[in-house]
């Protein structure tokens, strides 16, 4: 393993370039990309949520932080793919409505690819009718929903709901996941699983598939 401080910098400075080429040369020399994402990528996106929260950082940082981000998750994510065999599930995965954040829904969406699982990527700020349209439409088994906004949690209730009243809750597992978000609300909206990172969220799933 290399050391994880020069990819964690270029991340938290927002140098895309920088966290590219580092993250290539780790993969050219053999490093596990999900090493580099758990020991360098997402501790630096917690720093900048800390700087953000202390007022040391604003919008604009956390930007070129996430497309720095990005760009090395970019490189990552058929890696991650590749890993897979047989299709297990299909699974319809968006962050809800109101919420853009997607760096998150984006890592759950690659690692469940790479357990195999067929990934209908719905993107961001994607209201319930879409999570509908896609369980009638594709036959999804799981509805993964991602929110990193307090304000954007209840979304996911209204989806459920949604889900409900279009006669399709119980054709599907839902999950939910994203910093706010606990077991205990993931209980109380009714969701089947939650897990806090996205490891976690690929064996939820595979769970969820054998229920
Ligand atoms: C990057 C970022 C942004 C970027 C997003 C870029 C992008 N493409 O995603 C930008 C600049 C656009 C942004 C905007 C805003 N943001 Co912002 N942002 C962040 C930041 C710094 C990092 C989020 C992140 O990517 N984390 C890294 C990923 C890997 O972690 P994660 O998303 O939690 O995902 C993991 C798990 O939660 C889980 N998971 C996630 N989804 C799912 C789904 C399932 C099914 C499962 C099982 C698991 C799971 O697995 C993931 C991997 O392990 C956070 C602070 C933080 N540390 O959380 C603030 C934060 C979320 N943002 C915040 C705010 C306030 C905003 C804005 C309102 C700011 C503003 N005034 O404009 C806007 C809102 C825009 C909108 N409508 O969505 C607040 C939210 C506060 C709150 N209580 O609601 C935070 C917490 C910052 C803070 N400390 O104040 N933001």
Same mark, same amino acid.
């Given at each position: 393993?290399p050391?994880? +401080?020069p990819?964690?910098?270029?991340?938290?400075?927002?140098?895309?370039?920088?966290?590219?080429?580092?993250?290539?040369?780790?993969?050219?020399?053999?490093?596990?990309?999900?090493?580099?994402?758990n020991?360098?990528?997402?501790?630096?996106?917690?720093?900048?949520?800390?700087?953000?929260?202390?007022?040391?950082?604003?919008?604009?940082?956390?930007?070129?932080?996430?497309?720095?981000?990005k760009?090395?998750?970019?490189?990552?994510?058929?890696?991650?793919?590749?890993?897979?065999?047989?299709p297990?599930?299909?699974?319809?995965?968006?962050?809800?409505?109101g919420?853009?954040?997607d760096?998150?829904?984006?890592?759950?969406?690659?690692?469940?690819?790479?357990g195999?699982?067929?990934?209908?990527?719905?993107?961001?700020n994607?209201?319930?009718?879409?999570?509908?349209?896609?369980?009638k439409?594709?036959?999804?088994?799981?509805?993964?929903?991602?929110?990193?906004?307090?304000?954007?949690m209840?979304?996911?209730?209204t989806?459920?709901?949604?889900l +409900?009243q279009?006669?399709?809750?119980?054709?599907?597992?839902?999950?939910?996941?994203?910093a706010?978000?606990?077991?205990?609300?993931?209980?109380?909206?009714?969701a089947?699983?939650?897990?806090?990172?996205?490891v976690?969220?690929v064996?939820l799933?595979?769970?969820?598939?054998?229920?």
């Amino acid at each position: 393993m290399p050391d994880p +401080k020069p990819l964690y910098d270029a991340v938290l400075t927002g140098n895309a370039q920088e966290a590219k080429a580092l993250t290539q040369q780790a993969l050219d020399e053999g490093v596990d990309p999900l090493v580099l994402v758990n020991e360098s990528m997402v501790p630096a996106m917690d720093e900048v949520g800390r700087r953000f929260q202390a007022n040391e950082y604003f919008v604009p940082e956390l930007l070129i932080s996430a497309r720095a981000m990005k760009a090395a998750l970019d490189l990552i994510r058929p890696l991650l793919a590749s890993r897979g065999n047989q299709p297990v599930g299909r699974v319809a995965i968006g962050t809800v409505k109101g919420d853009l954040h997607d760096i998150g829904k984006n890592l759950v969406a690659s690692l469940l690819e790479g357990g195999g699982f067929e990934v209908i990527d719905l993107g961001v700020n994607v209201p319930p009718e879409q999570f509908i349209a896609t369980v009638k439409d594709r036959q999804a088994n799981i509805v993964a929903m991602s929110a990193l906004l307090t304000t954007t949690m209840p979304a996911m209730k209204t989806t459920i709901e949604a889900l +409900k009243q279009a006669g399709v809750r119980d054709q599907v597992k839902v999950l939910v996941g994203g910093a706010p978000i606990t077991q205990k609300f993931a209980d109380e909206i009714g969701a089947d699983g939650y897990s806090e990172n996205a490891v976690g969220a690929v064996a939820l799933a595979k769970q969820a598939i054998k229920a």
